[in-house]
């Protein structure tokens, strides 16, 4: 085993009283993932050889969230009773009883650690004697946090819990974070002498920090207090997300992607974005969004878990999900892209158009106000304005196929399962409900009749009637 081998144990068992919620603290989503799955990958990229999370509110929960993001590679250990971080990291420390390194153990609301931060601490508690290393910070108001106290040379002595400070104490700005590297010997021994006699009657895990002192001392590790502070309430929440999607704008410009007014732009850690893109202000890019070079994303865009080709030009305020938009597409304003919607390379879908599960091939075209769902659209096609696939008899959907160079006029409803053949014509105003031969012109509509001179008279009777009601 390499001296600075480690596995982490991420304490997340308590209810989160604070947070007011029926929900588990740690499921509380940060930037569209749960809090818990922020320390538990931070753990992993610093290099563990294990993680532990230790679940006890909402158990189930929280397990089959990191069952289904990091499967068998976390282990799960249960707390039965919630009494305290020092009795929560013992239950955790149970699941790997023939561990002999060292034990990082973290808080589960502590999202913002990084990778660095863990690796930082690992390498300076290899490089120190003693059996128990920690980050500290220091703040003008640590209030809320556990203090560090030293002794007059200096040294760590112990940490005290803000609920048990004497007033003196709570003015020391020096805090705990939370992020200890322990041996797991020290551990071993030591865990079972902690005591419930203080403010909160729980085992406190920075009670170790006192045995440690005093058993081959501590070595500590200041550290930047943005990337430690932890989530109590709503209102850190809030915080931590914003402070979270500022770290993840910030990676993205330094990789060459413009932000403009990053601040109002949201970006989950989860999305691509290739160099010479820009990102206009108020933009919402989530879950596994993929944007590819030189695309323009205008005002007010929000897109989940969608690819973006490259050159592609989406204008304000357009919605996509769970679709593919090919290089060199222009979508908006005001579109909205459902899911199972792909559109290769070239396509327009202007204002106020709406696709779902549709298919549309290279250069066709749908600028103006029409729905498309369920839909197979070739290449170089032009829906007209206030088209609508009926594709939906109120029990199934069907299919609307219309093969490449069909031009669909302008207010058509196109009766779902239907093809329009390729190169046909469906005049303006027609509803197909049969399907229209390849080079077909098809046109269902009544045929207009001009009744010469006849508006003059109408005009003259519609008045005389007004005048009539308003005499009465
Ligand atoms: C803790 C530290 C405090 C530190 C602060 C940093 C203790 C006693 N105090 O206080 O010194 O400054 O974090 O953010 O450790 N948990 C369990 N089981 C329990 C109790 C808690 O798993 O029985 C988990 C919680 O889910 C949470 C974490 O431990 O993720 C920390 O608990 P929390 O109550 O938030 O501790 P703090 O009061 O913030
Ligand atoms: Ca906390």
């Given at each position: 085993m390499n001296p600075a081998d480690f596995v982490s144990i991420v304490l997340a068992?308590?209810?989160?009283?604070?947070?007011?919620?029926?929900?588990?603290?740690?499921?509380?989503?940060?930037l569209g993932r749960p809090m818990i799955c922020y320390p538990v990958q931070a753990a992993f990229d610093a290099g563990a050889t294990r993680v532990v999370c230790v679940v006890g509110h909402g158990a189930d929960m929280v397990t089959s969230e990191l069952r289904a993001r990091f499967a068998e590679r976390v282990l799960m250990a249960l707390?039965?009773?919630?009494?305290?971080t020092g009795d929560a990291a013992r239950c955790g420390a149970a699941a790997l009883p023939d561990w002999n390194g060292w034990f990082v153990i973290q808080y589960g609301?502590?999202?913002?650690?990084t990778c660095a931060a863990i690796a930082a601490l690992v390498a300076h508690a290899s490089a120190s004697t003693g059996p128990l290393a920690l980050l500290t910070s220091t703040l003008p108001d640590a209030t809320g946090y556990g203090r560090i106290l030293r002794d007059a040379q200096g040294r760590i002595v112990r940490i005290q819990e803000q609920k048990d400070c004497t007033p003196e104490q709570r003015a020391i700005q020096e805090w705990n974070p939370g992020v200890y590297a322990i041996r797991a010997d020290f551990f071993r021994a030591s865990i079972?002498?902690?005591?419930?006699?203080n403010a909160q009657g729980e085992l406190y895990l920075t009670d170790l920090v006192a045995l440690a002192a005093a058993d081959g001392g501590v070595a500590d590790l200041a550290w930047d207090a943005a990337e430690l502070h932890g989530v109590n309430d709503r209102a850190e929440l809030g915080l931590r997300e914003r402070e979270l999607s500022q770290r993840i704008a910030l990676a993205h410009m330094k990789n060459g992607v413009t932000l403009r007014s990053p601040a109002s732009i949201c970006i989950e850690p989860g999305v691509t974005i290739e160099p010479d893109s820009v990102i206009e202000r108020d933009v919402t890019l989530r879950g596994k969004t993929a944007i590819a070079r030189d695309v323009h994303i205008d005002v007010g865009c929000v897109l989940t878990d969608t690819t973006v080709g490259e050159g592609a030009k989406l204008l304000p305020y357009s919605v996509a999900t769970e679709s593919v938009i090919g290089a060199g597409a222009k979508i908006g304003p005001f579109a909205h892209l459902r899911p199972g919607t792909e559109l290769a390379e070239d396509v327009h879908i202007g204002n106020f158009v709406e696709t779902k599960k549709t298919r549309v091939g290279k250069g066709?075209?749908?600028?103006?106000?029409a729905y498309l769902g369920d839909g197979q659209i070739g290449r170089d096609v032009n829906v007209g304005a206030?088209?609508?696939?009926?594709?939906?008899d109120g029990v199934n959907k069907h299919v609307t196929t219309l093969e490449d160079g069909s031009f669909i006029g302008s207010d058509s409803q196109l009766v779902a399962p239907v093809t329009i053949g390729r190169g046909a014509y469906v005049g303006t105003g027609t509803t197909v409900t049969q399907d229209v031969p390849a080079d077909a012109l098809a046109i269902g509509r009544a045929r207009q009749v001009n009744k010469l001179d006849l508006a003059p008279r109408l005009r003259a009777r519609l008045l005389a009637d007004k005048a009539r009601r308003e005499k009465k």
């Open positions: 068992a308590g209810m989160g009283t604070r947070m007011k919620s029926r929900l588990p603290k740690v499921m509380h989503p940060l707390q039965p009773e919630q009494r305290g609301d502590s999202a913002l650690l079972g002498k902690l005591t419930t006699n066709s075209k749908a600028n103006h106000l206030g088209t609508i696939f009926c594709n939906y």
